[in-house]
């Protein structure tokens, strides 16, 4: 009961006071990082700590819009936070109402072809009874298709519903994100496969688009360990990212059918943390590491501490 615990974690760091510094100027500035050091010296403590620094008056909400003109590139669009979140409910009870008249229409059907063989058969007798049910079941199951193949169908925009691709509405800190071992289409985001291609039952592009911990992280902290062990194009891709501050969604695998959709550019405005040892920093791409250390700040992390009474009580803390 005598030992009080710091409410931050930036405060609960053993031993890492220079980097605790550095992190303070970060949060300020937004410059990325890369902590050197061995596992257990608190590299992703430090992460999380510098998410709860940042403010989250810039965080923003992210949706995707089908693109009339061409269906492979969707439109993006960001919101203040917790907007985009009102606005696909709204657009889910407009949708719901448009096609209520469409449902009373297909329920009153169903009650005719279910009524009408019974009559027929009463008046005409087996054959034409046989024959109306037939025709009926044929004709329920037309209407049916049409139906969806209209709610499917693009000139339907009044029926549009956006894709909540990033919600921040219940976010209370800046996120963050832990892209660890993360491969391409986790990090970058992805666009879902979908064999039904032809005949309008596809599901639309927009809807397929999946972001990426670079997206997520908008606003906030992108935490990845091993930094080196990312493939040398996942790298890449990753520092095209921090560059542009916006990195578009597409398929990544060849074979998806999701290859050939690429949306407009998504914001993935977050602060890098990479860590790594010694060993893994050296196999790091040269660029990434060069756009780090000149924009940032490198920072090798203690593994040792003096033996102190001050720092006997901050282990106390920790324990």
Known sequence: KEIKVPIKL????????????IIKKVAKQRRHVLLIGEPGTGKSMIGQALSELLPKEILVDVISLPNQTDENVPLIRTLPRGKAFELVNKAKLSTMNYFKSQNILFFFLIIIAIVSPWWIRKEYGDIMAAASLIGSM????AFSLFINLSRRSKLTEKTTIPKLLIDNSSTRKSPFVDATGAHAGALLGDCLHDPLQS???????YERLVPGMIHRANGGVLFIDEIATLKAHSQQELLTAMQEKKYPI?????RSSGAMVRSEPVPC?????????LETIKHMHPALRSRVRGYGYEVYMNDTMP????????LMIFV
Not at 199 to 205: D, E, I, Y
Not at 269 to 277: T, V
Not at 307 to 314: G, L, Y
């Open 250 to 254: 597409t398929g990544q695998s060849e």
């Open 10 to 21: 930036i405060d609960q760091v053993v031993g890492q006071d220079q980097a605790i510094q």
């Open 199 to 205: 005949g309008g039952l596809g599901t639309p592009a």
């Open 138 to 141: 044929i004709f329920i199951a």
């Open 307 to 314: 033996d102190t009474i001050e720092n006997r009580n901050k």
């Open 269 to 277: 405005d977050f602060i890098l943390i990479a860590a790594g040892n």
